[in-house]
């Protein structure tokens, strides 16, 4: 399949769609922070909480869209990456999931799966870009 | 693969980028073709090709010919 847009502008744009979407995430997620310090009623803390993952939505979204905009190789790459960091992660959420509930580690907060599959992603997308340079 | 595409394009005095805009693939890419650290996809080596106004075989080469032994 021949991209319509070049990859290297859809890799600027997905960027830019990156930025933004974490900039309205930080504002969402301190607006959140903010209401939740005045004890709003319960249904009000479930719109609250689930405020700042609507900027992710985007994220995610802009993420689809690059894939099925960039080329053979560089979706190669990003695939593997976030195949072997959903791999990492579910293991290491497991992992951890045990010392927690068995050896009294702890508690860690669901959301950090979050940061830490995005962690090994870009870390893995490193590594394995030195394969073909 | 062995393939052409860097003597291909300094005939031309294309520089990586050029290449890319015109295979409309990434930069990084064509230096992955180029350094044979990455072999195209059929589609892409047709374009590649194509674009030489060579054939695929013209552009691409085998590391060595295994002869067909009809399966195993």
Known sequence: MTPKLNPDLAKKRHQYQVLAAMSLYTVALLACMHFLRQDPPAPLRVVLALLPTLPVVWVMWSVIRFLGQTDELQRRVHLEALAIAAGATAFLSLTYGFLEDFAGFPHVAAWWTFVLIDIVWAATGCVLWRRYK | ?72
């Open chain 2, 1 to 72: 693969m062995k393939n052409r595409i860097h003597v291909l394009r300094a005939e031309r005095r294309w520089t990586q980028a050029e290449l890319a805009e015109r295979l409309n693939v990434s930069r990084q890419t064509i230096n992955a073709l180029e350094t044979e650290k990455y072999d195209p996809s059929l589609p892409l080596a047709f374009s590649i090709a194509r674009l030489f106004g060579k054939t695929v075989e013209e552009v691409f080469q085998p590391d060595e010919i295994v002869p067909s032994s009809g399966g195993n």
